[in-house]
C-alpha cells in the first residue's frame, strides 16, 4: 500500500496534487494527502484527498513518501522533519538555499535508507534524454557552446530569485548533457531588483573541459516576450535545439564550421526528430515512486547527490558571481 502526501497547495504544489490524483485514479497510488498552512488552498481537495494543515497531520496519515513543494527557504526544514519520521521525499528544486543542508539531508536519508530526491523535471523532458544520447555518441562534433533562454513577465518570487529559481536547471542539465559531475567554473552577473535581496535577471556563463561553454539568460521582468524555455547545442558537425514547451520533438541540424575554411560554414536542412509525448512532471513523479518503492533496485534518474551539485552551484553564483569546481579527494 503506497500513501503519498504532498506539502504544499501552491501554483506548483497543485500540478503535483494532480498528478498524484491520476496515479491514485489508475491505481499506481492508494492514498492522496495534501498538506498547506493555508485552509483556503486545501478546500479545493477536500473529498478528493485528505488534507493537513500541518506535517503533523500529514504524518498522522501515514505517508510512505512525500513531495516537498513549499517556498525555496523552507525545504531544509520541511524535508528534515520527513525524513526524521521515515517518508521517502521528492523535494522540488533547489534542494535547499544554503548547501550545508543539502549535505545533512543527504546524511538523514543515507543513515534512514530513504530516498531523498530533487525536482530537475527537465531531466524529464524526453528531449533532453534523445539529445544526451546524440551528444553522447559524438553526432554534433566537438561541442562549441550551449546556450539557454528562459524570459517571461511575472512577479518575483519571495523566497529566491532567478538563479535559485531558474539558473539551477542549467547548473544540473549542462553537466548532466556532458557526462560530468561540475562545470570547471562558472560565472554570474545579476540584476533587476524590483523585490530587495531578489533578483528578476540574470545571465550565467559556465565553462567545462574540452573548451565546451554555457550560456544562459535568466528573466521574470521581459514584457512583450512570449514565455521562452529553450535549449541550443552547437557542435562543429551539428547542432540542435530543445523547447521545453514542446514534448513532440528535437530539431537538429547537420553543419560544417571549419574555421579555416569560412566557405565551409554551412548550415544543412533542419530535421525534428520525433519525441514520444511525455509529460515531464509525471515521468518524474513515476520515477520517484518506483525508486521509493523498489527496495533498493531502482536508480532514479536524478539522486540527493546531484541536487546538492546543483546547489552548490548556485550558491556559490549568489555569494560570490563565481564558483570553481571543487578539488577531488
Known sequence: MTTLGIVGAGNWGRN???????????????????????????????????????????????????????????????????????????????????ASDARDLLAEASSKHLVLMPGHIFRYHPAIGELRERISRGQFGDLLFLNTVRTAFSPPRRDVGVLYSLGIH????????????????????????????IEGVASLGFRFEGGCEGFAFESWLSPGAVKQRRLTVVGTKGAAEVDYQDTRGLRTWETSTDPGDPEAFQEGKAVTVPI??????????????????GGGKHRPRVDGTAGLRAVEIIESLVAKGSFVRPRGP
Do not use: Q
Not at 170 to 197: K, M, N, Q, T
Not at 276 to 293: H, I, K, N
Open 16 to 98: 503535483h496534487i494532480r498528478i498524484a490524483l491520476e496515479l491514485r485514479n489508475e491505481g499506481l497510488v492508494d492514498e492522496v494527502w495534501v498538506c498547506d498552512a493555508d485552509p483556503s488552498r486545501l478546500s479545493a481537495w477536500e473529498g478528493k484527498a485528505h488534507t493537513a494543515t500541518d506535517l503533523h497531520g500529514l504524518l498522522a496519515g501515514r505517508p510512505d513518501a512525500a513531495i516537498v513543494a513549499t517556498p525555496a527557504d523552507t525545504h531544509a526544514a520541511v524535508s528534515r522533519d520527513l525524513l526524521r519520521a521515515g517518508v521517502h521525499i521528492l523535494v522540488e528544486k533547489p534542494m535547499t538555499v544554503l
Open 170 to 197: 542549467e547548473a544540473d542539465l549542462y553537466p548532466y548533457l556532458l557526462g560530468v559531475d561540475y562545470p570547471l567554473e562558472a560565472r554570474a552577473h545579476v540584476g533587476g531588483f524590483v523585490r530587495a535581496g
Open 276 to 293: 514520444a509525448t511525455v509529460e515531464p512532471l509525471r515521468a518524474e513523479v513515476e520515477d520517484f515512486l518506483r525508486t521509493a518503492t
